[in-house]
């Protein structure tokens, strides 16, 4: 079985600062994908940017990078020139892969805030 | 852009009646999902449904609850006696299923069993 921890349940940035959101996962699995959610008070559930395990290289979307570490199953993610719009629910989640997308692993999430 | 769209976006019911939520999924997507988010927790798997029946289930999918795809559009999550732990949010999703497919979800109709 796989798990998603997000240790940080509150954060909070100044409007154009960057700020870090972490996760850790445990897995058996060697071929998933991770992804990061954003929940804003609207409630839907919006994705941000996804990584597949198998690539090196760090997915980025815009404003939006990840820093994924296979090894130490890590999947943190970075969100710089933070904007009024970017407050909301981030939720890390994990796919093994093989199976179709939709059956994802949430983590706790965390609330982020920013600030004017 | 396509959207998966869900109905009603708020649904009160009194503790033992049925409740049956609507999801409209996107048209081409093949895949489809429920998932339940008590206030203030994780979102949680409930179940996948492909090719007119359920292809995996969690724990949390009893006997009281079941999915169906009537008419080719709809799929619709019921519960069959709620109770009161069952107030949380429910969000559909649905996926094309390919490997490199993402899982879009709708907007979520929020459960309150009084």
């Known amino acids: 079985a796989q798990t998603v921890t997000q240790s940080q349940p509150e954060m909070s940035v100044q409007e154009a600062e960057t700020v870090t959101l972490s996760c850790t996962y445990d897995?058996?699995?060697?071929?998933?994908?991770l992804f990061w959610y954003k929940q804003p008070p609207s409630r839907q559930m919006i994705l941000v940017i996804r990584?597949?395990?198998?690539?090196?290289q760090n997915a980025t979307e815009n404003r939006f990078s990840v820093n994924f570490q296979k090894a130490a199953k890590s999947f943190s993610l970075k969100i710089s020139d933070s904007q009024l719009g970017d407050t909301a629910m981030y939720f890390c989640a994990f796919i093994a892969g093989g199976t179709s997308y939709g059956k994802l692993t949430f983590g706790q999430g965390t609330i982020l805030t920013v600030h004017p | 852009e396509p959207e998966v769209t869900q109905t009603p976006s708020h649904q009160v019911t009194q503790m033992g009646q049925e409740v049956i939520l609507r999801c409209v999924p996107i048209?081409?997507?093949?895949?489809f999902y429920w998932y339940r988010q008590i206030l203030g927790q994780k979102v949680e798997f409930l179940v996948s449904f492909y090719n007119n029946e359920i292809s995996e289930k969690s724990e949390i999918f009893d006997d009281q609850f079941s999915v169906e795809r009537p008419d080719g559009s709809n799929f619709t999550l019921k519960i069959r006696s709620t109770k009161l732990e069952d107030s949380a949010m429910y969000f559909c999703a649905s996926s094309r299923g390919e490997m490199n497919t993402e899982a879009f979800f709708g907007q979520g109709t929020r459960l309150t069993v009084v």
């Open positions: 990584q597949e395990a198998y690539k090196q």
């Open positions: 048209s081409n997507h093949l895949y």
């Open positions: 897995t058996s699995e060697s071929n998933y994908y």
